[in-house]
């Protein structure tokens, strides 16, 4: 359930950063891709649909999607995307380990991980 969660709120924030933040717009440049993040039985998955500059969110599987990231389960997929921020090793380990399955385009992944650093929400100055 918290990995359904995390992908559902992933989509809402990208969505809102598309409109609202114009470093991650200019990530979003000449983009026309789909991102596809689900466990390996497929129970939980999103897909991403990255088109002229804006993010939108869709429940399910994708059928050609440019990047899927498989996860071996939900509890596996939530604890490594909540380290990541903390070690920008987790999802080369979770590769290696075969624990993570990527298909598809291998930059566009690479891409991805460049957007990370924007999706924790910024701190307010007291």
Not at 25 to 48: C, M, P, S, W
Request: proline share 4%.
């Amino acid at each position: 359930m918290k990995f359904w969660f995390l992908l559902l709120v992933l989509g809402w924030r990208m969505r809102w950063l598309a409109k609202n933040n114009d470093a991650f717009k200019e990530k979003l440049d000449n983009k026309d891709i789909v991102l596809q993040f689900r466990t390996e039985n497929g129970r939980v998955a999103r897909y991403y649909q990255v088109r002229n500059n804006s993010v939108i969110p869709f429940g399910g599987l994708h059928p050609k999607p440019d990047m899927s990231m498989a996860f071996k389960d939900a509890g596996y997929a939530y604890k490594t995307i909540m380290n990541a921020s903390k070690d920008k090793m987790v999802f080369m380990k979770g590769m290696g380990s075969k624990d993570i399955i990527v298909t598809g385009d291998a930059q566009e992944m690479m891409w991805f991980m460049s957007l990370i650093k924007f999706f924790p929400p910024k701190k307010k100055k007291k």
